[in-house]
């Protein structure tokens, strides 16, 4: 079994910092993309940013500037820095990851983490 476990989440004030991280664990032989996801209340699932497993990364244009997708391919692990937080920001953030259990990798599963809850509020 593979699992993803997002921490970091928070209650911050609007203009501070937080940095979620995602590890993933279980039956693991390679990590493709991996990315984070949020979803506030009344509103469908959207993707925040991804990264590639060589490090090229993209990112949805609301935290370009503001957010920094990263990985420690060591680690099994995807953070998510995230500066200048706006309460529009609030949402459960879920972390994605594209996963191959063997050696064949002919493709990869796409696996989720239970989400982590971010709320930017005075």
């Known amino acids: 079994q593979v699992q993803l476990v997002e921490s970091g989440g928070g209650l911050v004030q609007p203009g501070g910092s937080l940095r979620l991280s995602c590890a993933a664990s279980?039956?693991?032989?390679?990590?493709?993309?991996m990315g984070w996801y949020r979803q506030a209340p009344g509103k469908q699932r959207e993707l925040v940013a991804n990264?590639?497993?060589?490090?090229?990364?993209n990112y949805e244009d609301s935290v370009k500037g503001r957010f920094t997708i990263s990985r420690d391919n060591a680690k099994n692990t995807v953070y998510l820095q995230m500066n200048s937080l706006k309460p529009e920001d609030t949402a459960v953030y879920y972390c994605?990851?594209?996963?191959?259990?063997?050696?064949?990798?002919?493709?990869?599963?796409?696996?989720w983490g239970k989400g982590t809850l971010v709320t930017v509020s005075s």
């Open positions: 994605n990851a594209d996963i191959c259990s063997t050696s064949f990798c002919y493709g990869y599963i796409g696996y």
């Open positions: 279980g039956s693991i032989f390679s990590i493709d993309a």
């Open positions: 990264i590639a497993s060589g490090g090229s990364a």
